[in-house]
């Protein structure tokens, strides 16, 4: 089970922090992965990690991954925020068996329901 929130609307330049709450398995032990859908548009990889992380091109050096292993939890820093990053984010633990920072959603399983960012310019 996994709890997406801290989405919002933010000005263009802003920041904002996604939480990705986990229940019912250990998180450290699964790559996650967050990804993102905006309307009319396929959904997308964020930033996944294993061991190493991906990042989008979109949003190198303005997003980091993270994980609270203590807590459960992972999240996703986002900064320099653009209009063109508003969408409903997503966070994904990777199946069984694998072990990737690949972004290729055919290899999560668990999925939030999302959480909508909206980037105002």
């Known amino acids: 089970h996994l709890v997406e929130s801290g989405g919002g609307t933010v000005q263009a330049g802003g920041s904002l922090r996604l939480s990705c709450a986990a229940s019912?398995?250990?998180?450290?032990?699964?790559?996650i992965g967050w990804f993102r859908q905006a309307p009319g548009k396929e959904r997308e990889g964020v930033s996944c990690?294993?061991?190493?992380?991906y990042y989008a091109e979109a949003v190198k050096d303005r997003f980091a991954i993270s994980r609270d292993n203590r807590g459960n939890t992972a999240y996703l820093h986002m900064g320099s925020l653009k209009p063109e990053d508003t969408a409903t984010y997503y966070c994904?633990?990777?199946?069984?068996?694998?072990?990737?920072?690949?972004?290729?959603?055919?290899?999560?399983?668990?999925w939030g329901q999302g959480t909508q960012v909206t980037v105002s310019s």
């Open positions: 994904a633990r990777q199946k069984v068996g694998t072990w990737s920072a690949d972004c290729s959603p055919s290899l999560y399983e668990y």
């Open positions: 990690a294993s061991s190493e992380i």
């Open positions: 019912g398995f250990t998180l450290e032990n699964y790559a």
